[in-house]
């Protein structure tokens, strides 16, 4: 990978992990480090799911990628803050 794809992998990561953290209602007690990280790994993940599904390259913005990156985030926000909350 070169730099310029690292830079916007985690550029990419914290937009997502960002609106990802705001789906989840109430306060999350992760990190900022944290919610750059779970959005980085639901780009990624989410990006491969829509490739799967054939929707990773359309016509215009790629909506459908989008919205499952931004649920895969949301879900591992609340994961890591669930198990943040449970020690």
């Not at 359309?58 to 943040?84: H, S, Y």
């Amino acid at each position: 990978m070169e730099i310029s794809g690292f830079v916007s992998a985690v550029v990419i990561g914290i937009v997502i992990g960002v609106l990802g953290r705001l789906v989840v209602p109430g306060r999350q007690r992760i990190g900022v480090l944290w919610t750059i990280a779970v959005g980085i790994v639901a780009a990624l993940l989410g990006s491969a799911i829509a490739a799967g599904f054939g929707v990773a390259d359309t016509d215009g913005p790629d909506w459908i990628e989008w919205f499952v990156q931004i649920a895969l985030a949301a879900l591992g926000v609340a994961a890591l803050d669930r198990g943040r909350t449970r020690h």
